[in-house]
T-cell receptor
Framework: AQRVTQPEKLLSVFKGAPVELKCNYS??????LFWYVQYSRQRLQLLLR??SRESIKGFTADLNKGETSFHLKKPFAQEEDSAMYYC??????????FGKGTKLTVNP | EAGVTQFPSHSVIEKGQTVTLRCDPI?????LYWYRRVMGKEIKFLLH????????ESGMPNNRFLAERTGGTYSTLKVQPAELEDSGVYFC?????????????FGSGTRLTVV
């Protein structure tokens, strides 16, 4: 079955500390991987996608096919990074499969 | 560019009543999707339109849910009759034809509470 797992429901770090949000996937074939973010009182929005290998707002995510992981990282967290983060995978169809999300809190 | 618009933003209805949610996608986006997040669970796919055609409705929970996209523009999702377990946030999203590269643009969601 297609599944995306985000093991941490809550993650709390201090400003300036490194942050890593974990994501593992179970999928047949080679899915496309995405990170979506939802800031307080805002809509869900695309943060970054594996296919473009970009860095957005200082975040990067590396696809590790051996470990079937797509962890999101940022070397120095900022308070404005506090949000709900969702990892998602897309296989052969247009359907996205989401993880349950990780609520990141960056403390001053 | 106007984003994906959903209304109402909130709806509280009694069990057994009917509710219709509406989604206006970004102009020119042929793909339109409905997802929902039930309390404590992950965001789950409901269905996918390409223009006015249902491409994939494998996520629709049962026949109490009916989605339409007449004319390939806006879409409606009707729940009739609503049950308590239908409570959650219903998201609409749209994308251009190749969403694997562009990702989705989501609406703000409709929070449905069935009491």
């Amino acid at each position: 079955a297609q599944r995306v797992t985000q093991p941490e429901k809550l993650l709390s770090v201090f400003k300036g500390a490194p942050v890593e949000l974990k994501c593992n996937y179970s999928y047949s074939g080679s899915p496309e991987l995405f990170w979506y973010v939802q800031y307080s009182r805002q809509r869900l929005q695309l943060l970054l996608r594996h296919i473009s290998r970009e860095s957005i707002k200082g975040f990067t995510a590396d696809l590790n096919k051996g470990e079937t992981s797509f962890h999101l990282k940022k070397p120095f967290a900022q308070e404005e990074d506090s949000a709900m983060y969702y990892c998602a995978a897309q296989g052969g169809s247009e359907k996205l499969v989401f993880g349950k999300g990780t609520k990141l809190t960056v403390n001053p | 560019e106007a984003g994906v618009t959903q209304f109402p933003s909130h709806s509280v209805i009694e069990k057994g009543q009917t509710v219709t949610l509406r989604c206006d996608p970004i102009s020119g986006h042929d793909n339109l999707y409905w997802y929902r997040r039930v309390m404590g669970k992950e965001i789950k796919f409901l269905l996918h339109f390409v223009k006015e055609s249902k491409q994939d409705e494998s996520g629709m929970p049962n026949n109490r849910f009916l989605a339409e996209r007449t004319g390939g523009t806006y879409s409606t999702l009707k729940v009739q009759p609503a049950e308590l377990e239908d409570s959650g946030v219903y998201f609409c999203a749209s994308s251009q034809l190749d969403s694997r590269r562009g990702g989705y643009t989501f609406g703000s969601g409709t929070r449905l509470t069935v009491v």
